[in-house]
């Protein structure tokens, strides 16, 4: 079993793992969004969890590392923080933050890496750019909220997990991609109605059934 | 393979080039003028269809027998359409004639063919050396090139693999199924080859990862999907001489143990989709492709994908995805395509340049390609050179040639006149570099040093009337458009950076932006996914490195030093020049914000002005009396504008 050193503390674990989750299995906690440890792939789309490893030129993200023996291993560096930071106030920039009336509020991933990086929820950084409209109620049993939306992918691959295929998918490019969905027309095909794993799964409340609304 | 086999394949081979041999001495020897027409995209979209359907009709008319070759392009695209005439009756040699309109071609059959007269004011050269006509190899946009990729390219046609053949295609082909694998890759290696899709990684040392992979199945891709506006090096390589790209890949294939091989061209290029997809079904019904090639037990079946046009997806797992039937995102490397690429097989992706330049290079030895360029660079770099330039085209150089021999001499300096401002290079992931940097040779490590990028073969050179602000929001716009939205920092980073850029333009920008610009930039950088964000703040971060001072006049001054910014300047008439009674600008004003003065001059209405600069294009150039001034207010009023009722 591989042995390293994250933070200067000894950590001992399973071969194959990744160094994110070997992490998170030791109470470390490094910041992220769209990792999953039942992907085989890792999306590594947030770009929350780098790290810095000695023998690498440049910070790296976790969960696309595999442990070795003897890895020694920063979460805190300052360049590390710099990135952490920037890639939350971007994903702030575009987050409709009124916690308020948010489903998740106080469980929400994004509070939880605000907190842990000492970041206001409302950054001064950069403009704020939201999307029009907040809410796509097209899907019969689902309303999503692009602008709570971190497109991690997470409902995507646990519903094409559960299904076979997914009802979800990405949609459109760029700055407007959100998550859309497939098949709505044929509500009788749809398992959403008793499914809910997509909204379980997301980290930040923006998938959210129908009636737990009413 | 066994000795026996070698006699065999050198046999079903040697029948192929006889017949290619045969044809191409009876179209050489009929004693006709041959007429070679440039029918690339590029002679297309100059009126090429138009040239040879007059070519047919005025022939046929004057009942004067000739034969018509169409071939690819030469990449001299600010001649087309290009026509070279052998005449040999005349005595003439053969003649390169440029911009050969339908009019022009007419012209030629009548005075040309059937008088002997060539209408010297159409030439552009001869195409060897003789006492009659300067050829064009005095011309330095033609001596000072190398030609190794395109060699070929504008001398064959395209649609007929015999004239590949004839002039020594296939060759290498059947020299390589004669040679183990390990030798052809060590070749390559020694050869120093790199790829020319952009990042220049040793392709000699890809195929031996791939060779070396574990799986039954390998694959081998050239990427054609040639996202860069303003780049068309790959779609004219594929237009003009298709087999030789298929002759590399089929050496790759060889070499690295692979069967299926794919050709991924962007359905945007049909032209290029339908010669590549007749020249694979050419290749193999002359078993050069398929089962059982030339006899030998090696197999090989290309196909050609057609991809929808995304940039992203010419990033190599992005266009695997693609292939596979997904959205084309970029996946995280490791694992490399050499290890897990389609399907999950060992796949080998390279470039249509890189797979080009193999057969030239096992032709002629790796010593000989490495006499060519620098030595961490050797061999030659396509460059679609476009944009403020006086000879646009292709142009194929050695590498190590200077930015400024390739601007200035070879491509014979700026239109108009103008003063050079900047060379953006390597598309929308590369940089702006400016006149101090003129010197700096073109090959993948000074160009990268320059903080610009060799890219896959862009480049749009600029004057000094080009704002760097605007081309660097040109570019973010569009890489935050191309963007494929799966990355935090390319999404969300780029179009903040596309914001600031545009708040620049406009005149709202502020002192922290630039530092903004910066900082955000270094994190993208550091941040993305995939090449497609780790390179998208190369074009503001170069243009803010080299022309600083731009930056700070739109957001001190609101002042656009090159007068592009339309929210930053301001028209007038200059009334010392100003013709009274002229209304050539009034009447092209689309919003009448031109009025007449009192004493019957012209005026702007700075309220109703969109600054489209119609007036100033409209003033005969006797008066030439529309003037612009940054910033807007610096404007001097001469008389307000009337009422309007
Ligand atoms: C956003 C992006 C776009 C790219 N587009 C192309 C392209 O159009 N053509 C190409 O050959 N390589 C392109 N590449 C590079 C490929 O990922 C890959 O490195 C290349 O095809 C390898 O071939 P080579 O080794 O012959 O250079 C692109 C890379 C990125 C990041």
Redesign the interface.
């Known amino acids: 079993m591989p042995k390293l050193l994250v933070d200067n503390k000894e950590i001992e674990v399973k071969e194959g793992t990744t160094l994110l989750q070997a992490c998170l299995d030791n109470g470390i906690y490094i910041p992220n969004l769209c990792y999953l440890e039942s992907m085989d792939?890792?999306?590594?789309?947030?770009?929350?969890c780098?790290v810095e490893i000695e023998g690498e030129e440049?910070?790296i993200?976790s969960c696309?590392v595999t442990v070795k023996d003897d890895m020694v291993v920063k979460t805190d560096t300052l360049?590390v923080r710099?990135?952490h930071r920037?890639?939350f106030r971007?994903?702030l920039?575009?987050h409709h933050v009124d916690c308020k009336n948010c489903h998740v509020n106080k469980k929400c991933e994004l509070q939880r890496i605000a907190k842990y990086l000492e970041v206001g929820l409302k950054p001064k950084?950069?403009?704020q750019?939201l999307k029009e409209p907040d809410i796509d109620q097209d899907h019969p049993f689902l309303d999503y909220y692009p602008n709570r939306c971190?497109?991690c992918?997470k409902c995507i691959h646990i519903c094409r997990k559960k299904h076979g295929q997914s009802v979800l998918?990405?949609a459109?490019?760029?700055?407007?991609?959100v998550i859309s969905s497939y098949g709505k027309n044929d509500v009788s095909s749809l398992a959403c109605e008793k499914c809910v794993v997509c909204v379980d799964i997301c980290p930040v409340g923006a998938l959210i059934l129908k009636e737990a609304q009413e | 393979m066994s000795p026996a086999d070698n006699e065999k394949l050198d046999q079903v081979f040697s029948a192929i080039r006889e017949e290619a041999e045969k044809r191409r001495k009876a179209f050489r020897e009929a004693p006709v003028p041959k007429i070679h027409i440039g029918m690339a995209t590029c002679g297309i979209a100059s009126g090429a269809l138009e040239t040879k359907k007059a070519f047919e009709e005025t022939l046929a008319e004057r009942n004067i027998e000739a034969l018509i070759h169409p071939v690819g392009c030469i990449g001299h695209c600010y001649a087309e359409p290009v026509v070279i005439i052998d005449h040999p009756d005349s005595g003439f040699p053969p003649i390169f004639y440029h911009e050969v309109t339908a009019g022009k071609a007419k012209m030629l059959v009548k005075l040309f063919l059937e008088e002997g007269d060539p209408r010297f004011e159409h030439i552009l050269g001869a195409t060897v050396e003789n006492d009659l006509i300067p050829s064009v190899m005095e011309f330095s946009r033609f001596n000072q090139e190398k030609r190794v990729v395109m060699e070929k390219c504008g001398y064959i046609d395209p649609e007929d693999i015999y004239d590949y053949i004839a002039e020594g295609g296939y060759s290498m082909l059947v020299k390589v199924l004669q040679l183990t694998p390990d030798k052809i890759i060590k070749e390559v290696r020694n050869s120093g080859l790199r790829g020319r899709g952009g990042a220049g990684f040793p392709t000699g040392k890809k195929w031996e990862l791939a060779m070396h992979a574990e799986g039954q199945i390998k694959i081998v891709i050239c990427n054609a999907d040639e996202g860069d506006p303003g780049a068309y090096m790959d779609r004219t390589i594929l237009e003009s001489n298709p087999h030789q790209v298929l002759e590399g890949m089929a050496i790759c294939a060889y070499a690295v143990g692979a069967n299926k091989a794919v050709v991924y061209i962007r359905a945007e290029y049909p032209l290029a989709v339908k010669i590549v997809t007749k020249a694979i079904q050419q290749a193999k019904e002359l078993g050069l492709l398929g089962k059982g090639i030339l006899s030998s037990t090696f197999d090989l079946e290309i196909d050609v994908f057609r991809g929808s046009g995304?940039f992203v997806c010419g990033e190599e797992t992005a266009l695997i995805r693609s292939i596979e039937g997904y959205?084309g995102?970029p996946?995280?490397r490791p694992p490399y395509p050499v290890e897990k690429g389609l399907w999950g097989h060992p796949t080998v992706i390279n470039n249509v340049k890189t797979l080009a330049s193999v057969p030239p290079i096992l032709e002629n030895g790796a010593t000989w390609f490495r006499g060519i360029g620098t030595e961490n660079s050797p061999g030659t770099a396509i460059f679609s050179v476009v944009g403020n330039v006086v000879h646009a085209g292709l142009v194929e150089i050695p590498m190590g040639v200077t930015l400024r021999t390739l601007i200035f001499d070879i491509c014979g300096g700026i239109l108009n006149k103008k003063k050079f401002r900047a060379v953006q290079i390597g598309g929308p992931s590369g940089g702006c570099l400016p006149a101090d940097l003129l010197d700096t040779p073109i090959d993948f490590d000074s160009l990268t040093e320059a903080g610009a990028m060799m890219g896959s073969g862009g480049m749009v050179v600029m004057d000094e009337d080009t704002c760097m602000v605007d081309v660097a929001r040109y570019f973010l716009d569009f890489t935050?458009?191309?963007?494929?939205?799966?990355?935090?920092?390319c999404?969300?980073?780029?179009?903040?950076l596309l914001?600031i850029l545009e708040r620049l333009t406009k005149g709202e920008g502020q002192d922290k932006d630039l530092e903004?610009l910066e900082s955000?930039s270094e994190?993208i950088k550091?941040?993305?996914?995939c090449g497609l964000g780790k390179t998208a703040p190369n074009p503001a971060l170069t243009s803010l490195k080299y022309f600083r001072d731009e930056y700070e006049a739109h957001v001190k001054e609101k002042r656009c030093p090159a007068l592009m910014c339309r929210s930053l300047i301001a028209y007038y008439f200059d009334l010392d020049l100003c013709a009274r009674g002229c209304d050539a600008c009034a009447t092209c004003c689309p919003v009448e914000a031109v009025f007449t003065t009192s004493n019957r001059k012209k005026g702007v209405d700075q309220e109703l002005c969109v600054k489209c600069g119609e007036c100033m294009v409209a003033c005969p150039p006797e008066y030439d009396a529309v003037r612009k001034v940054s910033p807007s207010n610096l404007v001097p009023v001469v008389e307000r504008a009337p009422e309007k009722k």
Do not use: N, W, Y
Not at chain 1, 172 to 177: L, M
Not at chain 2, 480 to 489: A, D, I, L, P, V
């Open positions: 792939d890792p999306s590594a789309s947030c770009r929350m780098f440049k910070p993200t696309t360049s710099r990135l920037t890639a971007l994903l920039s575009v950084h950069l403009e750019h971190v497109l992918g998918t990405f459109k490019r760029g700055f407007d991609t | 995304a959205r995102m996946r995280h935050q458009k191309e963007s494929c939205g799966k990355c935090t920092f999404r969300i980073g780029t179009h903040h914001r903004q955000l994190d550091t941040g993305s996914l």
